[in-house]
């Protein structure tokens, strides 16, 4: 188990500790058990982030991965993908000609696989993964964007990608559209389904009110 997580662990454990002596029982009946699961198995390197922002690991299909790939094909320049997993999308846009790119990822267990993959593929260098939370990091120079994250973060996430995004950016949403944002295309079929946003367009559609609400 590597140490940071190990850290992390004990840094909660102390933290519920502190929490009261009927919480402690409690949590040392069956609670402790299941709260280590999840703070060092499932959700490590998250102890910081919102509960309401938290989003869970599911990877990318291989279908999934092809359609958010074609909708940048063509594409140049830095790519990031918001909560990279084991860095597929990542992979596979550094191999479709994107670069950098660039995964932010809070798991340390993701991480490991995800740099893991990317010295196997000879890729150091070119293909980068960053524990990060995807809410702090500055994205104004990014012109490619993949999310594959909950559709209970998109609103946050689309003022966030509003404010900071240059316009030449397109925004590629996997499994979960933007709600209020209009795509520019879209590839796949249900859970496969992938939309592009340029963000030229997004801001043009905000500005001139025929969305309703910006976000
Ligand atoms: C639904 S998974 C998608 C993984 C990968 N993009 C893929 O498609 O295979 C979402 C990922 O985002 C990560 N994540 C969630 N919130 C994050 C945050 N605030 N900062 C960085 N990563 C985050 C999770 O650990 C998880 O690996
Ligand atoms: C992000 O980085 C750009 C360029 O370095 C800078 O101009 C901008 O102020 C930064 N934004 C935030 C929110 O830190």
Redesign the pocket.
């Known amino acids: 188990m590597d140490s940071e997580a190990l850290d992390e662990l004990a840094g909660q454990l102390h933290g519920e500790a502190l929490g009261g002596r009927g919480l402690l029982q409690l949590a040392a009946a069956t609670g402790l058990a299941a709260y280590a699961v999840w703070a060092v198995v499932l959700?490590p390197?998250?102890r910081r982030?919102p509960l309401r922002?938290?989003?869970?690991?599911?990877?990318?299909s291989v279908q999934?991965?092809a359609n958010v790939m074609g909708l940048l094909r063509g594409r140049t320049g830095k790519t990031v993908?918001?909560?990279?997993?084991?860095g597929?999308?990542v992979l596979a846009a550094y191999k479709q000609g994107l670069c950098p790119a660039v995964?932010?990822?809070?798991?340390p267990w993701?991480l490991w696989l995800a740099r893991y993959r990317v010295r196997r593929a000879g890729y150091e260098g070119k293909v980068s993964f960053l524990k990060?939370?995807?809410?702090k990091a500055n994205l104004s120079d990014c012109y490619n964007v993949?999310v594959?994250?909950?559709p209970g973060v998109k609103t946050p996430l689309a003022a966030k990608l509003l404010a900071e995004l240059p316009d030449e950016a397109r925004v590629v949403a996997?499994r979960f559209p933007f709600p209020s944002w209009t795509p520019s295309s879209t590839i796949g079929q249900g859970l496969e389904q992938a939309w592009a946003y340029d963000m030229k367009e997004v801001r043009r559609a905000a500005r001139s009110g025929t969305e309703g609400r910006a976000l």
């Open positions: 959700m390197g998250f982030v922002l938290q989003v869970p690991y599911v990877p990318s999934q991965v993908d918001l909560g990279s997993g084991d597929r999308l995964g932010y990822e809070l798991n993701l990060q939370d995807l809410w993949i594959f994250l909950a996997g």
